[in-house]
């Protein structure tokens, strides 16, 4: 197995990072997660354009072009003879004696990319998964795709205790999306999704599958809406780069759609199938 550290392809095993590395020490980067289908990344462009944006927006200047970085990931696939999988990669401010100020002097970021092998998750793309309410009580920033997902994990963790997939956070009474993952509901036959604001991450997945509902006469809103919205849905549904188009059938104990698949659920992901094919 390689890795990409600062530029080079190495040897997993020795892609180290320092003790005082800020991302390590504060959370101090951003990150994203690349599918690949058929030893090809999916959606490259737009990850690796959401991937500069990110750092840009915490004052990170990512050493290398957009095309510099997609070419070395592309080496990466190669050199781990990645089939079907994720890329996991991240920038962080790189490494200066701890200190919560940015560090004046020239430092380098941290950038550091490896391969995960995984199949696609085709029990729950079948059968829905089952999720939790709870409050989203993360920073109003989560527009940017930060190391620091501190509160993402506790509400993942909260699901996963109770035997759950996904939590659904909400700011008081409106919904914003699961801790890994943008949440739909089918109103009326109208597919809803938060808008893309500082609020919520504009899931790349997200993106597919409201242009797969314009292209296809499916129609969209992208607006905020309500926890009696969400338990009165017609159809519920997740989505992220690995959980792809996810049914959602059950939330705190209730089902949706008598607790199956929605019709347009399963049409999005017929849809959303034939891009990844
Ligand atoms: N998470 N919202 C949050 C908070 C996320 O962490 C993610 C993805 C999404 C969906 O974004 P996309 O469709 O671009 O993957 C929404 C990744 C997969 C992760 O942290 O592993």
């Known amino acids: 197995e390689f890795a990409l550290l ?13 003790v005082e590395d800020r991302g390590y020490q504060f959370g101090d980067g951003v990150y994203e997660v690349i599918r690949i289908y058929n030893g090809k990344m999916f959606t490259a462009t ?4 959401r991937f500069f944006k990110s750092a840009e927006s915490i004052g990170i200047s990512i050493p290398f072009t957009n095309l510099q970085l997609k070419e070395m990931l592309q080496e990466l696939l190669i050199k781990n003879n990645l089939e079907t999988g994720n890329i996991y990669m ?8 701890r200190n919560h100020l940015f560090p004046t002097e020239n430092v380098v970021p941290t950038l550091v990319a490896y391969t995960i092998k995984g199949v696609r998750p085709l029990d729950g793309l079948k059968s829905g998964v089952k999720a939790i309410l709870t409050e989203d009580i993360r920073w109003l920033r989560c527009d940017i795709k930060s190391l620091n997902l501190l509160g993402n994990l506790l509400a993942k963790q909260k699901a996963s205790e109770q035997g759950c997939f996904e939590a659904i956070q909400h700011r008081g009474q409106d919904v914003t999306e699961g801790s890994s993952s943008n949440i739909f509901i089918v109103k009326d036959g109208t597919v809803i999704t938060h808008e893309s604001n500082h609020l919520i991450l504009k899931g790349i997945t997200r993106d597919v599958i409201l242009d797969l509902c314009t292209k296809n006469n499916i129609p969209v809103q992208e607006r905020s809406f309500t926890l009696v ?14 959980a792809e188009v996810m049914p959602v059938i059950e939330i705190d104990g209730k089902k949706i759609n008598s607790g199956i698949p929605g019709p347009l659920t399963r049409k999005l992901q017929d849809l959303f199938k034939l891009e990844i094919e």
């Open 229 to 242: 919205e969400i338990e009165s849905a017609e159809e519920a549904f997740l989505s992220s780069t690995t």
């Open 46 to 49: 737009e990850h690796l354009k």
């Open 6 to 18: 600062n530029g080079s392809i190495i040897e997993r095993s020795e892609a180290k990072v320092d």
């Open 90 to 97: 991240q920038v962080t401010r790189g490494t200066a004696p």
